[in-house]
C-alpha cells in the first residue's frame, strides 16, 4: 500500500511539472491567435497565414522563463511540433534544429541579398486603428546565437507596415521592427552580447534551462505613427537565412496591439466639426455642418484608445446639426478625449478637455 501510495505521488508530480513549463502548441486557427493579440483600438481582417503547419502556434506560461511576456503568437523558422523538434521550452542545451522545406519570403530575400531564405513563416492582415499610434510587443530569438554572429547566416524577420504615412506620402511594406531610437532592424547581427546588448538575453551564458534558444532580445516595442480610421496592412515574416539550419522564433506578446492617440499630431481640424465650449461643460455641443444627407457617428475615445461611447445620428438632409456632446461626457472623469465624427462626408477627430 505504502508502494503504491508514493507512486501515485510520484506521478502528481511529474504531471504537475510537465504543465509548470513553457509550451508552444501549434495551432492555425491565424484569425483567433490575431484577435487575442489586439488589446483596444484595433480593428483585423483579412487574416491570412503563409507556412508550414507547425510553425504557427501560441505560447503559455512564459511567466516562468525569462522571456518577459506571458503568453502570445509564436512563429518559428524549425517547427512547434515536439514529434520532430525539440520543445521550445527545453534548457538552452538542446539544440532547435528542424528543415520544414517551406519556401522562403521574397519579401524577406530583399534584405538580405544576394542570400536567399528559407523556412519562411509569415502572418498578415489588415487592420483599422482608431488612433494616431500603432504599436505592439515582440521577442525575438534564435539558435544562430552566438557562433554565427557577424556571418551571412543572418537569420532575418520583419514587421512591414504598408499604408497612407501621417508624415506624407505612403509607407511601402516598411520595416517597423527596430532598434529602439535607432533605425537599426533588429537582426542577430545588429543585436548580440557585443552590439546593443543591452537589448539581449545571453541565454546560453546563463545556462537557461526554460527556453531552448541560445539567445534573444528583451522585450521590444514596435511602434508606428498612423492616420486613425485608415486601413493598413501588416506583414511579419521571419526566414532562415542563407540556409535551412538552426532555428529562429519571434514571440508576440498577446493584447500588446494597441492603438491610441499620442498627441493632437494626428487631430484633424474641421470647419465642419468643432466643439464649443472646450474645455467641456455641461453645455458643450458639437456643431456640425454636413454636405449631404445620411448617417453621422460620434464616438468618444479616451487617451488609451478605448471607446467610451458611440452614438448615432440619421438626417434627412444636408445642414447645420448641434449634439449635447458634453452631457455624453457627464460620467467619465476629467482628462482628455477624442472626438471622431464620421459624417457622409468624411472623417475629422478633435481633441476636447474635460
Same mark, same amino acid.
Given at each position: ?8 505521488? @510520484? ?10 513549463? *513553457? ?18 483600438g ?52 538542446? *539544440? ?11 519579401? @524577406? ?15 498578415? *492582415? ?5 488612433g ?12 544562430e ?25 505612403n ?10 531610437d ?21 541565454? @546560453? ?120 456632446i ?13 472626438i ?15
Open positions: 500500500m505504502k508502494k503504491i501510495f508514493t507512486f501515485i505521488l @510520484l506521478l502528481s508530480f511529474f504531471a504537475a511539472n510537465t504543465r509548470a513549463q *513553457f509550451y508552444v502548441t501549434p495551432d492555425t486557427n491565424a484569425v483567433q491567435l490575431v484577435n487575442d493579440f489586439i488589446l483596444t484595433v480593428s483585423a481582417s483579412n487574416v491570412h497565414y503563409t507556412g508550414d503547419t507547425s510553425t504557427l502556434g501560441s505560447f503559455t506560461d512564459g511567466s516562468l522563463t525569462n522571456l518577459g511576456m506571458n503568453d502570445g503568437i509564436a512563429m518559428t523558422t524549425g517547427s512547434f511540433d515536439t514529434a520532430v523538434n525539440v520543445p521550445v521550452g527545453d534548457t538552452v542545451g538542446a *539544440f532547435a534544429n528542424f528543415y520544414n522545406m517551406f519556401a522562403g519570403d521574397s519579401l @524577406l530575400n530583399t534584405l538580405i541579398a544576394p542570400w536567399i531564405t528559407y523556412d519562411a513563416s509569415v502572418l498578415e *492582415f489588415d487592420l483599422n486603428p482608431i494616431n499610434v500603432l504599436e505592439f510587443q515582440y521577442v525575438f530569438a534564435s539558435e546565437y552566438p557562433e554565427y554572429v557577424g556571418s551571412s547566416f543572418n537569420d532575418v524577420f520583419g514587421f512591414f507596415i504598408t499604408g497612407p504615412n501621417p508624415a506624407g506620402g509607407y511601402l511594406n516598411y520595416n517597423i521592427a527596430i532598434l529602439p535607432d533605425s537599426l532592424p533588429v537582426a542577430i547581427n545588429n543585436v548580440n552580447a557585443d552590439t546593443n546588448y543591452t537589448y539581449f538575453v545571453d541565454n @546560453l551564458g546563463t545556462g537557461g534551462q526554460t527556453i531552448v534558444f541560445d539567445g534573444f532580445t528583451t522585450v521590444l516595442v514596435a511602434k508606428v505613427f498612423v492616420i486613425p480610421s485608415t486601413t493598413y496592412h501588416l506583414k511579419m515574416a521571419i526566414a532562415d537565412a542563407g540556409d535551412q539550419a538552426f532555428d529562429s522564433g519571434i514571440f508576440l506578446k498577446a493584447q500588446s496591439m494597441k492603438s491610441y492617440f499620442l498627441s493632437s499630431v494626428e487631430e484633424t481640424q474641421n470647419q465642419n466639426a468643432n466643439v464649443y465650449p472646450n474645455p467641456l461643460n455641461s453645455d458643450s455641443r458639437l456643431n456640425i455642418n454636413i454636405l449631404q444627407a445620411g448617417n453621422v457617428t460620434v464616438s468618444i475615445i479616451d487617451r488609451t484608445g478605448r471607446f467610451i461611447s458611440n452614438s448615432e445620428y440619421e438626417y434627412s438632409s444636408a445642414g447645420n446639426y448641434s449634439i449635447a458634453g452631457q455624453l461626457l457627464t460620467n467619465f472623469p476629467q482628462g482628455i478625449y477624442f471622431r465624427v464620421q459624417t457622409p462626408d468624411g472623417s475629422t477627430c478633435s481633441k476636447v478637455v474635460k
